[in-house]
């Protein structure tokens, strides 16, 4: 898609959303943005992309929206609610929900837009705020591949890892076991910090033995260093990754999975989410312990 020709339209411009507009428009797309509170997209709107007032605007001129929301309900809404979305989008439009959302939502969009002659993506990413800033996030696609192939320039300026994991929903599912590994790895993480403290080690000595090690994880060499610093502030919401291991828990039960990793650490988040620290990042988990 040529930056010149394509209108992109993009909801949801928070801790991740405004970074990842921000470098489409950087790269020569006329931008649109809506946000529910738009003082917070006030620097986005000084930097040169436009406002819109209701995504049923946006939708009535922009040729792809992307959505970074925040529940299931939320995309539910946006996409399929009275004046939603599909209803006001003309003929052609391609939606890519970066969302980390349900699967089966996932699929049910792309029906609707389908029998409209529209195109849909779920496209969840990993790489949090950091990797938003970098334009660095892992993209993990379900869809059509020639709606996927035709947005793959607007994609790569957003991300660094682009894959195409099948029909829709598949991208969501891909989503999913990325979060089921997290989850697990941050009790590690946590875990190994609160023991290095309690043994009387020196917290940043240890992390430099063990992530170079075998023990070596994202988690470990970037949300590590934060606990240490006692910085809880959000790369990605505690509230939010509760909400994705929920969806993970009752897709596996779709399957008839037991996962007990991830429903212990929807536990202990929850624990610390009731403890009022649903904003915080997900590596205030450590708080559980602390």
Known sequence: MSPQLTKVGFIGTGVMGASMASHVQQG?????????????????????????????????????????????????????????LIDSARSGTTFIDMTT??????????????????????????????????????????????????????????????????AAGAGQHTKMANQIAIASTMIGVCEAL???????????????????GSAGSWSLSNLAPRIIAGNFEPGFYVKHFIKDMGIALDAAAEMKLELPGLALARELYQRIADAGLGDKGTHALYKAWD
């Open 28 to 84: 020569g797309y006329e931008v649109h943005i809506y946000t529910r509170t738009k003082e917070k997209a006030l620097p986005l709107i000084e930097q040169g992309l436009i406002w819109q007032d209701t995504p049923g605007d946006m939708a009535r001129i922009c040729d792809v929206i992307i959505t970074m929301v925040g529940y299931p309900s939320d995309v539910e809404e946006l996409y399929l609610g009275p004046s939603g």
């Open 101 to 166: 959302s349900s699967p089966a939502l996932a699929k049910r969009i792309y029906d609707a837009a389908i029998a409209r002659g529209m195109h849909a993506l779920d496209a969840p990413v990993s790489g949090g705020d950091i990797g938003a800033r970098n334009a660095a996030l892992t993209i993990m696609a379900g869809g059509d591949r020639e709606a996927y192939e035709t947005v793959l320039p607007i994609l790569s300026r957003m991300g660094k890892q682009m894959l195409l994991q099948g």
């Open 194 to 212: 609160i023991y290095a403290k309690n043994a009387g080690l020196d917290p940043e000595l240890v992390l430099q033995s063990i992530s170079a």
